[in-house]
């Protein structure tokens, strides 16, 4: 009730619509100082928009963890790695494996 006074009546006052579709920018910079001051005015007087935000934050590090974790899988995931890779540590292991053959030639 307070709140939606608020919103009428101060000059400047952002609604809980616009500070929706104000969320996304405001994340990645793109509100003038103006606006960041209206956004952030606006959050510190409505906590169901405070409660908001948090869980839009925590989406977005949920969002990142379980992009990281997913970036790991792939990258340890045996078919990922590349076969030029594969190769290489194989004629290694020959070139290794006939070294060997060849001391022991030398021994004997
Ligand atoms: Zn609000």
């Known amino acids: 009730m307070i709140k ?28 003038s100082f103006n606006q960041q001051l209206q956004f952030k005015l ?15 934050r925590n989406t977005i ?18 078919d990922k790695v590349p076969e030029d890779l594969i190769n290489a540590i194989l004629s290694v292991r020959k070139s290794v494996d006939s070294a060997k053959i060849v001391n022991n030639e030398h021994k004997d």
């Open 61 to 78: 590090r949920l969002a990142k963890e379980a992009f990281v974790i997913e970036n790991e899988l792939v990258t340890t995931s045996i």
């Open 4 to 31: 939606r006074l608020m919103t009428k009546y101060v000059p400047g006052m952002l609604t809980c619509q616009e500070v929706d579709s104000f969320l996304y920018d405001f994340h990645q910079g793109n509100l």
């Open 42 to 56: 606006h959050i510190a007087m409505c906590s169901e928009c405070q409660v908001y935000l948090d869980d839009y």
